[in-house]
């Protein structure tokens, strides 16, 4: 069992920057690979990005690509996205998410353990 907590978001002008965290309970965290999903009001939810349980491969999205930078810390049990010259469009509620498998997932019906969600707005 994985709880995740998500923290960090919040409302940022165009241009700027935001980090995101996701912590996670449990001692089998580096297990996990993790991915971050965004959902939009009225859209549905959305791949941004993901990470494999040891941190070697990472696969983002096409809209946030050069853009966000997903990392984690399995001695912290925390993953992390960078995300920089944010744009309106990305305006959303930002979920990490864990899987307990190696392959690159990037389907949100595939992960096994969501956290709450932290809302992002970016003005324009």
């Known amino acids: 069992q994985v709880q995740l907590a998500e923290s960090g978001g919040g409302l940022v002008q165009a241009g700027g920057s935001l980090r995101l965290s996701c912590a996670a309970s449990?001692?089998?965290?580096?297990?996990?690979?993790m991915g971050w999903f965004r959902q939009a009001p009225g859209k549905e939810r959305e791949f941004v990005a993901h990470i494999n349980w040891l941190g070697g491969r990472t696969i983002y999205a096409d809209s946030v690509k050069g853009r966000f930078t997903i990392s984690r810390d399995n001695a912290k049990n925390t993953v992390y996205l960078q995300m920089n010259s944010l744009a309106p469009e990305d305006t959303a509620v930002y979920y990490c998410a864990a899987v307990q498998r190696l392959a690159v997932v990037t389907t949100p019906n595939e992960y096994d353990y969501w956290g709450q969600g932290t809302q992002v707005t970016v003005s324009s």
């Open positions: 449990g001692r089998t965290f580096s297990r996990y690979s």
